[in-house]
């Protein structure tokens, strides 16, 4: 992991190399921010063509639709503990959108999807079995170790 200036120093090489990249896209679309041509007597490539300069780094703006439903459970496995973490940082960044624009759709979807537990059915007679009074460990429940700490963690037993 970098720091300092060394990481600084990496930071403004893919800052300038983006920077530079998008640069030669717009002139190569022949276009200003604002859309207009940069050149008049200019025609300038097509999209496709242009949007081979950029590096991966680079969104494409697009536009997309969803039903809300199809959206949280979207969210639902990005914003989860086992994505991957940039893909988890985008999910809490759509979430704060969703929060703002449906507050108590959000305020649902948090307690009962990101705030809930799902157990197996292994998991559901194991509990039962807990909530009986009954000693059980990892060893006779059948249960992978993984599975079992999985449990036990969301039954606040660690």
């Given at each position: 992991?970098?720091?300092?200036?060394?990481?600084?120093?990496?930071?403004?090489?893919?800052?300038?190399?983006a920077m530079r990249n998008y640069d030669h896209y717009m002139?190569?679309?022949?276009?200003?921010?604002?859309?207009?041509?940069?050149?008049?007597?200019?025609?300038?490539?097509?999209?496709?063509?242009?949007?081979?300069?950029?590096?991966?780094?680079?969104?494409?703006?697009?536009?997309?639709?969803?039903?809300?439903?199809?959206?949280?459970?979207?969210?639902?496995?990005?914003?989860?503990?086992?994505?991957?973490?940039?893909?988890?940082?985008?999910?809490?960044?759509?979430?704060?959108?969703?929060?703002?624009?449906?507050?108590?759709?959000?305020?649902?979807?948090?307690?009962?999807?990101?705030?809930?537990?799902?157990?197996?059915?292994?998991?559901?007679?194991?509990?039962?079995?807990?909530?009986?009074?009954?000693?059980?460990?990892?060893?006779?429940?059948?249960?992978?170790?993984?599975?079992?700490?999985?449990?036990?963690?969301?039954?606040?037993?660690?």
């Open positions: 992991m970098l720091s300092g200036p060394e990481a600084q120093e990496v930071l403004n090489l893919l800052r300038d190399d002139f190569m679309l022949n276009e200003e921010a604002d859309g207009s041509p940069a050149d008049p007597g200019r025609q300038g490539l097509a999209r496709e063509l242009a949007r081979m300069n950029l590096t991966l780094n680079a969104y494409t703006q697009w536009y997309w639709k969803a039903d809300l439903h199809n959206l949280l459970h979207f969210l639902s496995l990005r914003a989860d503990t086992h994505a991957q973490y940039e893909i988890r940082a985008y999910a809490d960044a759509m979430l704060s959108v969703v929060k703002a624009w449906v507050p108590q759709t959000y305020a649902a979807f948090a307690d009962y999807r990101l705030g809930a537990v799902t157990f197996s059915a292994q998991m559901l007679a194991i509990l039962k079995r807990m909530l009986g009074g009954e000693e059980v460990a990892q060893a006779e429940s059948g249960l992978s170790k993984r599975e079992w700490t999985e449990m036990m963690i969301a039954l606040g037993r660690t």
